[in-house]
């Protein structure tokens, strides 16, 4: 079964522009979740989505926005880029809904933004 | 509001010897816990979960973790660390109603010959 597929996987921009990324997950997950990762803040929650809802949502601001198509593959936009927008993106995803019920979260390779 | 802290952002160990990377956790209701794994350019990888079954976790490469809620801890050892070990290591905790991870901040195993 193939793993978790992000594109692209290295993109460079410059301030002011926006950026589409995208998430497809594995065959029959239907839960897509994003991180940022970078090396003053660590690994960061983005948000979650489900069944082509926003599930979660973690606190970053609203120049990052999401979404779910329905054969679940994901996209995140990132709008008027910064500098502190450089990091590199995760998307995991996993089986199904929560409400108690594990489901581990399978990640993919990442896509390493630079913002110049 | 939960949280991990892992203690000691660097960690150096000789080749053979033993590997104990130290997290915390903090959570009002049972978690469940995780170690991640990230070597260069890559994402992560599940080295080993808690999800409330046995406290003493085994995972893979030879890596196991001891979830003690008295101490709040679920620190990850392996008996003799090999180089292929080098890499960066997360502990990461959810709550049971969400997917959401919290991540702690990593430490980075360095492995000496």
């Known amino acids: 079964k193939a793993g978790v597929t992000q594109t692209p996987r290295y993109l460079i921009k410059t301030r002011g522009q926006q950026v589409t990324l995208s998430c497809s997950p594995i065959?029959?997950?239907?839960?897509v979740s994003w991180y940022q990762q970078t090396p003053g803040q660590g690994l960061q929650f983005l948000f979650e989505?489900?069944?082509?809802?926003?599930?979660n949502k973690g606190n970053f601001p609203g120049r990052f926005s999401g979404r779910q198509f329905s054969n679940s593959r994901s996209e995140m936009n990132v709008s008027t880029l910064e500098l502190g927008d450089s990091a590199l993106y995760l998307c995991?995803?996993?089986?199904?809904?929560?409400?108690?019920?594990?489901?581990?979260?399978?990640f993919g390779p990442g896509t390493r933004l630079t913002v110049l | 509001a939960q949280s991990v802290t892992q203690l000691g952002s660097h960690v150096s160990v000789s080749e053979g010897a033993l590997v104990l990377l130290r997290c915390n956790y903090s959570?009002?209701?049972?978690?469940?816990l995780f170690w991640y794994v990230q070597y260069p350019n890559q994402g992560l990888q599940l080295l080993l979960k808690?999800?409330?079954?046995?406290?003493l976790v085994k995972g893979i490469n030879g890596f196991e973790a001891e979830f003690k809620k008295s101490e709040t801890s679920f620190h990850l050892t392996k008996p003799s660390a090999h180089m292929s070990d080098a890499a960066e290591y997360f502990c990461?905790?959810?709550?049971?109603?969400?997917?959401?991870?919290?991540f702690g901040t990593g430490t980075r195993l360095q492995v000496f010959p």
């Open positions: 995991a995803s996993s089986l199904a809904g929560s409400g108690g019920v594990y489901n581990e979260q399978f």
């Open positions: 065959s029959g997950h239907r839960s």
């Open positions: 989505y489900f069944s082509e809802t926003q599930r």
């Open positions: 959570s009002s209701v049972p978690p469940y």
């Open positions: 808690y999800t409330s079954a046995a406290t």
């Open positions: 990461a905790v959810s709550d049971r109603n969400t997917d959401k991870l919290i």
